[in-house]
């Protein structure tokens, strides 16, 4: 079988995907990012045959099928939209688009073009929420009232290691995050599951300043999380997080049914369970619980347990590439990123408008195009010096103290 040809853009993130590439039967043929010490590490892996670029524009005229994006997480569109113009397949990493702007333009591009787009979206793929998947899939659960999606990352705030290793500056994306934006993780698992497509958000903010004397931060998000409410097109309604930091790290999923539920147990890694009522247990099952632990299938089980995320690196890819080898439409497509991108968006609105309802648009719909079309409010700064419109945090006033930002800045130089 001819091997697909990929570049990847965004070497610090996107290494992590080299091996789950290279076991997929794909070629990386090229690799680009501004740092060199980035490039240095990508030859010892690759070898010495990889192309490597400091420049995007040198980087899409080079042969190769696909493109993994995994630059900045708010700078996908722009080279997702090149890369579609020129035909070449898009796995985005792990937002579609920043602005509703850019949502719609992404669409429009997509539609135009021969390739794909897919959102490179790793936890709908980890074992426990593909088990859970097919558990929905099953029909013994009967059909989806109610699902939860909780990703929940909470960090030591005295420590100081790693900011030199996950920010450059202090006008980095993760310091002006609203804490709706980072939802894909916890949102697009049970989407995946259950084919149900948000058609309006609610969001209120879980609001605390840092109580650390000593903290190393300078986030302008006092936000600890935001509880998001969707209501869905099968009337259905999910409570999700986006980027939460509360209690303690854990992501955690259920989905309710008119039968029965099933949900990865807190705190058991990929243990998952199912639980019916003694009315209604399917056809065939004599218990009302049970609970398991998911393995990967033996003939991937090595590169499974070695990709991050739960494996989920490991299949994302796998899926991506089968697509293309297939010529298959992913399910992820831009229809489906840029549904849980306005989500987030439109989450933020109603954080900042006291709860009040946002409609999620569809930008199947030409008319919800024209709406969201202009539309460029952003919280954050991009390296083509565009700066923040709108708030990030809640609480507009809120900044960091000055020692807080001192230490900060001498970790991040250190």
Not at 48 to 54: G, N
Not at 213 to 238: E, G, H, Q, R, Y
Request: net charge negative.
């Amino acid at each position: 079988m001819k091997k697909i040809r990929v570049g990847i853009f965004g070497v610090r993130r996107g290494s992590y995907f080299f091996d789950s590439f290279l076991a997929n039967n794909a070629e990386i043929v090229a690799v680009c990012d501004k740092s060199e010490p980035h490039l240095e590490k990508a030859k010892e892996k690759l070898g010495d045959t990889i192309t490597c670029y400091k420049d995007f524009d040198k980087f899409i005229e080079h042969p190769m099928d696909a493109v993994l994006l995994a630059n900045y997480f708010h700078e996908h569109t722009p080279y997702a939209i090149r890369c579609l113009e020129k035909n070449i397949h898009v796995l985005s990493e792990c937002t579609s688009n920043s602005t509703m702007a850019e949502g719609v333009a992404l669409v429009r591009a997509a539609e135009k073009s021969k390739a794909f787009y897919m959102l490179c979206e790793n936890y709908p793929f980890m074992l426990f929420n593909r088990e859970m998947k097919k558990i929905y899939e099953s029909g013994t659960l009967g059909k989806v009232l109610y699902a939860e999606g909780e990703y929940n990352h909470p960090g030591d705030p005295t420590v100081d290691h790693g900011k030199g290793e996950l920010f450059d500056s202090l006008n980095h994306w993760r310091l002006t995050l609203p804490r709706t934006y980072y939802i894909t993780h916890s949102l697009a698992p049970i989407m995946l599951a259950t084919g149900s497509m948000p058609v309006r958000v609610t969001a209120m903010p879980i609001y605390c300043e840092p109580e650390v004397p000593n903290a190393v931060t300078a986030s302008m998000v006092a936000d600890k999380a935001a509880v998001i409410t969707c209501l869905n097109d099968d009337k259905s309604v999910f409570r999700v997080f986006g980027h939460a930091s509360f209690g303690a790290h854990e992501n955690s999923y259920r989905i309710c049914g008119t039968k029965g539920q099933t949900e990865n147990i807190r705190g058991l890694g990929d243990t998952v369970s199912i639980l019916y009522n003694e009315w209604d247990l399917p056809e065939g099952v004599t218990e009302t619980y049970t609970s398991y632990k998911v393995e990967p299938e033996a003939d991937v089980a090595e590169y499974v347990k070695k990709a991050g995320h739960g494996g989920g690196d490991f299949y994302v890819i796998k899926e991506f590439l089968n697509c293309i080898s297939t010529n298959t439409r992913p399910v992820m497509d831009e229809y489906f990123a840029t549904k849980l991108a306005s989500v987030a968006i439109l989450g933020h609105r109603s954080v900042m408008a006291g709860g009040a309802p946002f409609d999620v648009p569809d930008f199947r719909n030409e008319c919800d195009r024209k709406k969201y079309e202009n539309d460029n409010a952003t919280p954050f700064y991009y390296s083509d010096g565009r700066k923040p419109n709108i708030p990030c945090c809640s609480n507009p006033d809120y900044k960091p103290t000055e020692e807080m930002v001192e230490r900060f800045k001498k970790a991040m130089e250190s």
